[in-house]
Structures are given as structure tokens and as C-alpha cells.
């Protein structure tokens, strides 16, 4: 709170000593709308000439403005022609601005600089900054789902987790997958930190050619995010915020005490339960561990510019509990910003954003321990102690989900400081040179403390733990740039890029433990427990980087266009002699609506036939990966003598390194078409992409009898392909002067497939989602990635003669009948086959917006499909745990009544390998966001001496349709998929356990001053 305090003095101070100069003679008011269509305009600048004073157009196009009844206005807005209009006294303007040309005009950020959309020969789409601030989501990213073609978002339900993204498919498997962020010329591999409201606009670089300029961290794509600055002359204050509540969607039903009973007694074969009846609905886990949680979001910003410097300051609190019970996380954000014309040629500014965040967690399993716990459990017996399973005859494997909670004490802080200073020196009209230094700065800790504690007969601690984990990272980045932009004869554009970076990334991590530490938050320390317990492990990272980069670009009477790259990237990752690599683009466009024969037709305003090709390298994986390392352990400690020994620490290499790893390296091909049509209301694009990783890099197992403790090598393994089309269009119209739309919509498919195997057909086995650590997935030639595989289940054994003539004679009726695929009379090994596939094929997005007066309403509509997930949760057992609702009413229990759910041996027999029933579709539709807002009239707004107040009402994720059995089958890389570089693609969409996603209603205030 004091940090806030301190923060909103800044901001009064900023207020108080803001001097603007404007006239109080008349007050003009107005509405600016397009001279075409007749739609509203919002954002237009409307500024009084000769001065600072100015502001911008509310929602409907309306505003407000006080000026000398003499002025001259002036209205601007990208894309159309500004006009210069004389007050002359009067008090009432209405401005129809003219289109100048289409949204092909439209400026769009791209690597180190800016295009109009008509000359990029890339793929690269754009969004603004208000569309994502929308959206109640902690992440901007999450924003993006259902808006973008080829661009798939996987949400987590964990409160401030970062979402997965992938563009165009999975470009690279080892290391990070994330894609790189571009915040304002910083590189980032999340941006968590960013708050929504403070993003101007987001773009998203998705084929070869335009990414190649980024070079050793494209791989995955690059996003792209430019954040506000200050305009439109007088200070402006804005608020936005929201409240609301989350809840889960698609509550898993499970079975209740009575059915639990019946199927324990099927299970053990005896009456353990004589009377299942009677015990009713007893305990719902997951109505003990699960909430509404409350959510609320505010941001406050204070933005302007005068002729010579422009600046925007802001701060944001968010807070978001958790579904689960105890959960929370919330963050504050600060931002600064300026931009100062020091001299004619000379221009400076900064940027920099401050954020903490802290987090009350809950264990990673929280979830699959509530969908396995026993409903005939109490969560507390009457004297007030926890509901021991013990005491009920179902074995040891289920838990007290409330006993883990309540002896589960985790808190993480994350405290950073990011931004960026930069000069720019304009030699003459044609040659600028820019400098840039950015830095981030982090500091992440976790506490986790386990007290001493007897809960129930398998849940105790006889000794607390307390663990403390200190991440932190130091990274900058230093960018020079020399931009030659020139036109000759009015027919020649030519733009010539020469660039240098050069990177630091130091990594320190520290881990510490100790026994029997009090249980009080003034004494989670390490020396306040006892010392002979305590351990300390500390490492650190140092990765380096350089690189030189030139872009040319070039246009001919707008018809003809060329662009082409090239960037050299040194990468202290890689060994000495596999250091450098060299990734080259190009590309070229005709835009056809330019040419004389083109002139007479009246159906497209502008058409353009775009294609490219580009390399792009991935050097995101572990320092000194090639370098054999020491290991000091305490497996490796020996003692001499038999009586008073002499200890001695013992040291072993136990990973195998590759001395010789090359750049994994994407080459990508994209053709394109786009175009508008009708007075430029109708917009299309269609792309087909092609790129290949070559020399992917991955975790390859080999035999621990080497010495290896993960038994694993990771090295340049395969080849593998991402190919598909997408398609964008979108519809923008009025009806009268009252109403106005427009309507976008997305689909894009992909195909992922491994097309060579370097140690021949290989398989690499990952992905342990199943009973006694059986492997799901497989990556192997001619399949796409990460494929789920196992055996495949044809029916249910009815009864012992069906089992006495096939080929599972040690089966028992009840359990699954898997096919013979080799046809030898033994099911083995060899009988495994592909069962499914989650990556998906289809994606597709429906975005529409309607104004109705003062009234605004947006339906956003998500999907994909043809998709499966791997349902872990089901056969993940060991004992009696408890099954589902839909399992109780489908499962085999007794001849002919089911040949496709097993009996309630699911963990016995052969009935838990990964098999075809584990798999299910993944495939969903969802109403991603609706929201309903209403905009006060500027004869009221202007009565409070405000520019702009709307209230909005907004459900996001309200309807979910889809066949999936578990909470969700948006279900990305999980936790369980680790290899030493952290989460990875060769074990995606396992469902074990993961935190549910929910829907959230909210109300919002957008309030401008």
C-alpha cells in the first residue's frame, strides 16, 4: 500500500504542475464518421492548430473540445485523409473523413521498423491493443485466442500462469517453445509482467521471411508488441477496471458414497460395503476444494504531448483468487514513458515498467487427489480430526484432499524491472540512426513450508520442512540501427536496414532446505532451523550472443515489391566450431489493383499476390549443453573404516553431453493473397505456409547403465514439418446513421510430421501418463509429433470362454480385449499402434462487433478440432480410488452390460497400459467472450467535465461445448512432460490432474477525463 501511495502522489504531482494553454470561448461537439460507409471513427485525433490542445473521439465517433470561436481544427486518424476544418463560432461539427485507401494502408510494426500493410511480402497480422484489453485476462496473450489465423493459444486455469502459444505449429521441440516477445526493442520469453491496457498494439510475425530477421530466437515465431504513448496534446486521465466472479465450467460429476460403495465391491470381489445404500451422497471433493473466486482488475493512466515530448504513466492492480480454495495471485504494474524532440535531429526517450506479484499456491496435484478421493470419507470426523481412509476398507490410496490443503503452505514472489532508453539521430531527411539499450531485471522466490503434522495414516510429517528457491536473472540487450529510406523519380521506394546487437543473459538459481524450522512467517529462514539439516544448492548460467543484420526493401509505382534480409547470429550456447549461423530471407509482392488494366473494374479496391522464403535458427536451450559437468551427490560419498569412518565426497560425470550440437534451423515457404472489396467493406487474406525444422533437437533416451542419472542425450535428432493454409475475412457495413458492424472470422489448418529420423526409425518414447510410469507418446518418422500410442481396445470380455479362445489369457471378464495387430496370438509390445493426435488440425475464430447508438456489443466465438487428448485421470490407479459419474453408469458390470467401459479394475490386469479408451476428442467450440456496453451521452459526459464514461457487462468462456469426459480439453505441454530444459513438446495434451479453466462474468468501468 505504500508503494501505491507513493506512486499516486506522482501522479497528482504530474496533474498539478501539467501546464496546458487552451481557450474556454466555445465548446464544439460532434461526431467524425467514415465519408464511405458511415461508421463511426474512434480514436481520431482532433487537435487545435498552432496548439497542444487536443483530444480524441469516444466510441460513437463523438466528441468534445474547447477552442477560440476562431480556431482551425484539425481531424486525423491512420488510413484516412485529414482535414482542416474553421470553427467560425460554431458549437457543432460533424467530420466525414475519406478513406485513403483501404486497410492495406494501415501501418503494422514489423522487425525494427514499420510498413504499410500493402508492402509487406510476409505473413504478419495485427492487433490492437484495446480489442485485447477487452478481454479479463491476466495475460495479454491469452487475448489473442480465436483472433488470429494459425496462431493457437492453450490457457491455464492456475491463477497469473502464462498461457502456451503456437504459431503455425510447433517449431522447435527441445528447450523453450515460447516464441519471442518484442516489447518496445527488449526480447522476452514471457510477457506476464505487461499489463493489457498498456499495449498500443500487438503483432504477430508468422512466416519465415518476416521473422528471419530475429534469427537464432524465430523459431517459434515472433510477437511483436508496441505499447501506448502519449498524444492528442492536453493531459488525459483514464480508468479502466472490472470486478467479477470466476467459476468452473463443465464440472467433472463423480460418483457418490453409495455408487463409490458398489464399485469397491465389484473391485474386491466381496461385500466390503454390506450396504452401499445407505451411505448416500457422503463426500463431494470437489465441492470441498473448489470455489467462486473473486477477480478485479484496475488501471489508472496519465498520457500527453506537447510539440516537442509526449508521455504516458500508468499503474495497474490485479487480483485473482483461485478456483481452488487458499489460491490467489495478484500484481501491481507501473509504467513510464516519454519521448523527447530534443533537437530537430535529435530524439530520446525511455520506457519502463516496474511489476510484483505475489502468489498463495496450492499443490500441482490437488486436482487428480480430489478426483480420486474417496466420497465415503468425511473431510473432518465429528471430533473435529480429518476423515482418515484408513478407516475405511479401501486401502492406502486415497487421500484428504483438505488434510494436503491446510498443511500445504507455498508462497512465490516475483519482483522485476524491464524498459528500454534509446536515441534516434537524423543525419538528413533520408538517414537516421537509432540506438537502443534495454535490460531486464528479476528476482523470483518460493517458500515452501511443510510443518509437522499427523493428519491422517498416511498423511503426516514427523519433521517440518522449509525449502527456499531464489531465481534471478540480470539480462540486456544493446541495438544499433542505420535506416536509409529514399524515393527516387516518385516510381523507386527503397529502404535499406543495417543493424548490430549484441546480448547478455546471466541466470542465478539457489535452493535451500532445512529441517524442524519454527512455523511463524518471522521465521522462515533457513538459520532458524536445525543446522546439521540444512542444505544449500546454488548454479548459474552466463549465455552471450552477437549478431549483424541488413534488410532491403524496395517497391516499384506500389506494384512491385522486394524485400530481403539477412542476419549472422554467435551464440555462446553452441561449442566454438558451431557458434555462428547465417539465416537469409526474401520476399516479393504484386499488388495487382495498382496496374493500368486493373483500373476499370468496380468489385476490388486493392489485390495483392505476396510470396517468400526464409531460414530462421533456434539457439533457446541450456548453457554449456555441450560441456561434461561434475555431479556431487550423496550417492556417490564414501566412508572409510569401519569404526569411526572417514567420510569422503565422492564426484562422477553422470550425463552424456554432445560435443558437436548444430543449430536447429526452420526454412519456411509462404504464398499469399489479400485484398478488399466493395468500397473496401469486405477484406480477405489466404496464405499456404510450408516449413521444415531441420536438425530438431531432442531429448533422446539412452540406457542409464552408461552412468547417466536421466538417462538421456540430447543432440540433433530429426527433421520434422509444419504445412497448412489459413484464412482470414472479415465484413465491416452500417445501417443508417444508428447502427454499424463488422464481422471477422479465421480458419487455418495445419499437418505436423516428422520427415527423417538421423539414427534411422528410432522412436523416442515420452509422455508418462499411465499407472507404473508407461510412456502415452511417441515421436517417429511419418507421424506427427508427440502422437499418443498404445494399444488398441476392440470390445470387452464378457465372460471366461471369450477369454479361453483369445490371445489375453490371463484376462478376467471386465477387461479390455486389445487387438492382435501382428496377428501372432500374443498381445505384446508389437500390438501397440497410433491412437491419436494432439496437435490439432483445424483452429478457427468468429469476431464481431455491433454498435447500436450508445450501445456496443462484441461476440467472440473459438475453436478446434480434430484433436484428441489423452485422459491420464482414468487410469492413474492404485488401489480404490474413486471413478466418475459417467464411468458408474457405462461400466461393465456383469455380462453384456458393456463392451466399452471396462469393469472397475481399471488398475488391474492389463487394463491400465495406454490404450485407445484413454483417448478421446479434444475438439471444442466456445463462446470465448461476450460483452455489452453502453456509452453515456456527450451531453451528460460533458456536464460531469468528463470526455468518455462506458459500464460494460462481459462473460468470457460462458458456453463450452465439446465431448471431452474431464473438466477441459484445452490442454497443452503439462508438467509432467520435464526434461532438463524444463516443459517439453514430445508430451503434450495428457490430461493428469490439470487445473480447470472457468468462465468469468464481470462488470467495468472505462471512465477518460
Request: proline letters at 3%; aromatic letters at 12%; glycine letters at 10%.
Amino acid at each position: 500500500m505504500k508503494r501505491i501511495y507513493t506512486i499516486s502522489r506522482l501522479v497528482l504531482l504530474c496533474l498539478l504542475f501539467s501546464t496546458v494553454a487552451f481557450a474556454q470561448n466555445v465548446a464544439v461537439k460532434g461526431k467524425v464518421t467514415d465519408a464511405t460507409t458511415g461508421e463511426f471513427l474512434p480514436g481520431v485525433t482532433v487537435a487545435v492548430q498552432g496548439t497542444t490542445t487536443g483530444t480524441q473521439t469516444d466510441v460513437n465517433g463523438a466528441f468534445t473540445i474547447n477552442v477560440p470561436s476562431s480556431a482551425t481544427i484539425t481531424f486525423s486518424f491512420v488510413g484516412y485523409t485529414a482535414q482542416q476544418i474553421a470553427v467560425n463560432a460554431r458549437t457543432t461539427l460533424d467530420v466525414k473523413l475519406a478513406n485513403k485507401a483501404s486497410e492495406l494502408q494501415q501501418v503494422v510494426v514489423v522487425g525494427y521498423g514499420t510498413q504499410r500493410k500493402i508492402d509487406v511480402t510476409g505473413s504478419v497480422s495485427q492487433v490492437r491493443g484495446e480489442e485485447l484489453s477487452k478481454q479479463p485476462d491476466p495475460n495479454p496473450v491469452s487475448a489473442l485466442q480465436g483472433k488470429v489465423a494459425g496462431v493457437q493459444i492453450t490457457n491455464s486455469g492456475t491463477p497469473g500462469a502464462s498461457p502456451q502459444i503456437t504459431i503455425r505449429g510447433q517449431g522447435t521441440v527441445y528447450g523453450n517453445n515460447n516464441p519471442l516477445y518484442v516489447v518496445d526493442g527488449v526480447w522476452f520469453d514471457d510477457i506476464s509482467f505487461l499489463n493489457s491496457n498498456d499495449i498500443e498494439s500487438m503483432s504477430i510475425l508468422k512466416d519465415a521471411s518476416s521473422e528471419a530477421i530475429y534469427g537464432v530466437r524465430a523459431a517459434n515465431g515472433v510477437v511483436l508488441i508496441t505499447t501506448k504513448k502519449g498524444k492528442g496534446g492536453k493531459p488525459t486521465v483514464n480508468y479502466n477496471g472490472y470486478v467479477g466472479v470466476q467459476k468452473v465450467t463443465n464440472m467433472v460429476k463423480m460418483a457418490n458414497a453409495s455408487q463409490y460403495a458398489e464399485l469397491v465391491n465389484e473391485l474386491n470381489g466381496t461385500t466390503s460395503f454390506a450396504d452401499p445404500a445407505s451411505l448416500g451422497k457422503g463426500t463431494d471433493w470437489f465441492d470441498v476444494i473448489l470455489r467462486k473466486a473473486f477477480t478485479t482488475n484496475h488501471n489508472v493512466s496519465l498520457s500527453g504531448s506537447t510539440d516537442k515530448s509526449s508521455y504516458n504513466m500508468s499503474i495497474g492492480y490485479f487480483n485473482q483468487q483461485g478456483n481452488v480454495k487458499t489460491n490467489s495471485y495478484d500484481r501491481v504494474t507501473v509504467r513510464l514513458q516519454q519521448d523527447l524532440q530534443a533537437y530537430k535531429f535529435l530524439k530520446v526517450g525511455y520506457n519502463a515498467i516496474l511489476q510484483g506479484s505475489n502468489s498463495k499456491d496450492v499443490p500441482a496435484d490437488i486436482i487428480y487427489k480430489a478426483y480420486t478421493a474417496a466420497p465415503v470419507v468425511p473431510v473432518y470426523n465429528a471430533d473435529g480430526t480429518y476423515g482418515d481412509p484408513a478407516n475405511y476398507p479401501i486401502g492406502n490410496s486415497p487421500t484428504n484432499p483438505q488434510a494436503q490443503l491446510d498443511n500445504y503452505n507455498q508462497r512465490t514472489k516475483d519482483f522485476r524491472f524491464n524498459g528500454n532508453m534509446f536515441g534516434e539521430l537524423k543525419f538528413n531527411d533520408h538517414l537516421t540512426f537509432r540506438t537502443s539499450f534495454g535490460a531486464d531485471v528479476r528476482q523470483n522466490e518460493v517458500r515452501n513450508y511443510i510443518p509437522a503434522y499427523a493428519a491422517t495414516t498416511n498423511q503426516f510429517n514427523t519433521t517440518s520442512d522449509l525449502t527456499l528457491t531464489k531465481t534471478q536473472s540480470r539480462n540486456w540487450i544493446w541495438e544499433n540501427t542505420l535506416t536509409y529510406n529514399q524515393t527516387f523519380n516518385k516510381d523507386h521506394r527503397l529502404t535499406v536496414l543495417l543493424g548490430q546487437s549484441a546480448q547478455h543473459y546471466y541466470n542465478y538459481y539457489s535452493i535451500a532446505t532445512v529441517q524442524n524450522a519454527p512455523n511463524s512467517t518471522a521465521t522462515y529462514y533457513i538459520n532458524s532451523g536445525d543446522a546439521s539439516t540444512t542444505t544449500v544448492r546454488d548454479y548459474a548460467t552466463i549465455t552471450t550472443s552477437a549478431s549483424y543484420f541488413g534488410r532491403v526493401n524496395y517497391a516499384y509505382k506500389d506494384k512491385y515489391l522486394l524485400n530481403a534480409s539477412i542476419r549472422r547470429d554467435g551464440s555462446s550456447a553452441f561449442s566454438s566450431d558451431q557458434r555462428w549461423g547465417a539465416f537469409p530471407s526474401i520476399g516479393a509482392g504484386w499488388v495487382i489493383s495498382n496496374e493500368d488494366f486493373f483500373k476499370d473494374q468496380n468489385i476490388f479496391n486493392n489485390l495483392k499476390i505476396r510470396g517468400s522464403w526464409g531460414k530462421i535458427g533456434n539457439s533457446a536451450i541450456p548453457a554449456n549443453i555441450y560441456t561434461n559437468t561434475v555431479s556431487r551427490t550423496g550417492d556417490l560419498t564414501a566412508v572409510y573404516g569401519t569404526t569411526n569412518g572417514v567420510i569422503a565426497s565422492g564426484a562422477n560425470i553422470t550425463t552424456i553431453s554432445n560435443p558437436i550440437l548444430y543449430w536447429e534451423r526452420g526454412v519456411g515457404t509462404d504464398l499469399g493473397l489479400e485484398g478488399s472489396l466493395f468500397n473496401n467493406r469486405f477484406t480477405f487474406e489466404i496464405d499456404y505456409y510450408n516449413r521444415v525444422t531441420q536438425k530438431g533437437i531432442f531429448d533422446v533416451p539412452v540406457l542409464k547403465s552408461l552412468g547417466t542419472t536421466n538417462g538421456s542425450i540430447i543432440t540433433n535428432q530429426a527433421d520434422f514439418r509444419n504445412r497448412g493454409w489459413e484464412f482470414s475475412a472479415g465484413w465491416k457495413g452500417n445501417t443508417g446513421k444508428d447502427f454499424s458492424y463488422a464481422i471477422n472470422g479465421n480458419f487455418s489448418i495445419n499437418n505436423n510430421k516428422v520427415t527423417a529420423n538421423y539414427s534411422g526409425n528410432n522412436i523416442i518414447y515420452v509422455g508418462s501418463g499411465a499407472t507404473g510410469g508407461n510412456t502415452t507418446s511417441i515421436t517417429t518418422v511419418g507421424l506427427p509429433i508427440s502422437v499418443f500410442y498404445g494399444y488398441r481396445v476392440t470390445g470387452i470380455f464378457q465372460n471366461a470362454a471369450q477369454i479361453a479362445s483369445s490371445s489375453q489369457k490371463s484376462a478376467s471378464p471386465g477387461d479390455f480385449i486389445y487387438q492382435d495387430v501382428n496377428s501372432d496370438g500374443v498381445i505384446d509390445g508389437k500390438d501397440r499402434v497410433v491412437l491419436g493426435n494432439p496437435n490439432p488440425k483445424y483452429q478457427f475464430g468468429l469476431n464481431t462487433t455491433f454498435n447500436y447508438k450508445n450501445f456496443d456489443l462484441t461476440v467472440d466465438i473459438q475453436g478446434v478440432a480434430k484433436v484428441d487428448v489423452y485422459n491420464a485421470n482414468k487410469g492413474l490407479r492404485y488401489g480404490a480410488e474413486n471413478y466418475t459419474l459417467d464411468f458408474y453408469k457405462n461400466r461393465w458390470h456383469g455380462e453384456g452390460t458393456s463392451n466399452t467401459y471396462p469393469s472397475a479394475n481399471i488398475g488391474g490386469g492389463s487394463n491400465y497400459y495406454p490404450n485407445s479408451w484413454y483417448v478421446e476428442s479434444g475438439s471444442y467450440v466456445r463462446l470465448r467472450n461476450l460483452q455489452l456496453g453502453y456509452n453515456l451521452p456527450s451531453s451528460v459526459t460533458s456536464k460531469l467535465h468528463i470526455q468518455r464514461l462506458r459500464i460494460y457487462a462481459n462473460a468470457q468462456n460462458a458456453v463450452n461445448i465439446f465431448g471431452y469426459t474431464g473438466f477441459n480439453p484445452e490442454i497443452g505441454r503439462t508438467a509432467s512432460a520435464v526434461s532438463s530444459s524444463g516443459v517439453t513438446s514430445t508430451a503434450a495434451g495428457i490430461d493428469n490432474g490439470v487445473y480447470p479453466l472457468y468462465a468469468t462474468y464481470n462488470l467495468g468501468l472505462n471512465v477518460t477525463f
